[in-house]
């Protein structure tokens, strides 16, 4: 009886152990695809030519950097900056996620890094790579971009 007692107790102790473990790697994973979803509305926006749309996966007070170097300060300094870009850019233009890694911070707070391949829409399109920077926040349940930083130059070829 003291055999299986115990046996019992260290069974129960070694699933009490793992249990907060798994519950954090579920979250993780969770807040992971959470955090591309946005990316991927982002992305969907900047496709469908929709400034508003674009903007809203951004907090308040956001900073986006462009390739160039430009900033900018806010969710409307974003619309309006991204809005300009639309308007610059021929229909067809696309850009879609390579790939993306996402690495918690806190459970608030995430870092997520893309390749993003840009196509220019003409019938000899121009392609192009980008990496895209992300710092993420969630608040109230939902995650948002609070910086976005866009970076040109070398890359090593993506999936």
């Known amino acids: 009886m003291c055999r299986l007692w115990r046996t019992t107790c260290v069974s129960l102790f070694m699933?009490?152990?793992?249990?907060?473990?798994?519950?954090?790697?579920?979250?993780k994973s969770a807040d992971s695809a959470q955090v591309t979803g946005v990316l991927d509305r982002l992305l969907d926006a900047l496709n469908g030519r929709d400034p508003a749309k674009f903007a809203a996966q951004f907090t308040e007070d956001a900073d986006f950097v462009d390739a160039r170097?430009?900033?900018v300060h806010g969710r409307k300094?974003?619309?309006?900056?991204?809005?300009?870009?639309?308007?610059?850019?021929?229909?067809?233009?696309?850009?879609?996620?390579?790939?993306?890694?996402?690495?918690?911070?806190?459970?608030?707070?995430?870092?997520?890094m893309s390749s993003l391949a840009l196509a220019d829409g003409h019938a000899t399109a121009k392609s192009g790579r980008v990496l895209a920077t992300f710092v993420m926040v969630k608040a109230g349940g939902q995650w948002r971009i609070n910086v976005c930083e866009i970076a040109?130059?070398?890359?090593?070829?993506?999936?």
């Open 77 to 112: 300094a974003i619309a309006d900056m991204a809005e300009k870009q639309i308007k610059q850019h021929r229909t067809g233009s696309r850009a879609r996620r390579l790939d993306v890694a996402v690495k918690s911070i806190r459970p608030d707070v995430a870092v997520a």
């Open 69 to 71: 170097g430009a900033h």
């Open 15 to 27: 699933w009490l152990s793992i249990i907060p473990a798994y519950a954090q790697t579920v979250r």
């Open 152 to 159: 040109t130059g070398p890359m090593a070829p993506g999936k």
